[in-house]
Nanobody, 124 residues
Framework: QVQLIESGGRLVQAGDSLRLSCAASGRTFSMYVMGWFRQTPGKERECVAVVSRSGISTYYSDFVKGRFTISRDNAENTVYLQMNSLKPEDTANYYC?????????????????WGQGTQVTVSS
């Protein structure tokens, strides 16, 4: 089992940058594919980005391509989400998740472990 704790969310202005972190504890971090998801009230939780076990392969949802970067540091048991050119529509609770699936899955059901989330609010 792995425990995930997100941090870094806060109130920012449109156009600003922000980096989220997710610290993992428990079983070997490098065993897991890691993803960032986000959710707003009344909407489904959606995939933002995913990084492979090695950190070499990544996936991004269309709405963040070119603005967000996912990365991981297996020595530090941490995954990051660098968010640039933030927009008000990026406002959401951001969740870190871990998966044992093969590849870089973007569907929620592929993820076994979830953090509690960190709130990002982008003002216009």
């Amino acid at each position: 089992q792995v425990q995930l704790i997100e941090s870094g969310g806060r109130l920012v202005q449109a156009g600003d940058s922000l980096r989220l972190s997710c610290a993992a504890s428990g079983r070997t971090f490098s065993m897991y594919v890691m993803g960032w998801f986000r959710q707003t009230p009344g909407k489904e939780r959606e995939c933002v980005a995913v990084v492979s076990r090695s950190g070499i392969s990544t996936y991004y949802s269309d709405f963040v391509k070119g603005r967000f970067t996912i990365s991981r540091d297996n020595a530090e048991n941490t995954v990051y989400l660098q968010m640039n050119s933030l927009k008000p529509e990026d406002t959401a609770n951001y969740y870190c998740a871990a998966s044992t699936y093969v590849g870089i899955p973007s569907r929620r059901s592929a993820y076994d472990y979830w953090g509690q989330g960190t709130q990002v609010t982008v003002s216009s």
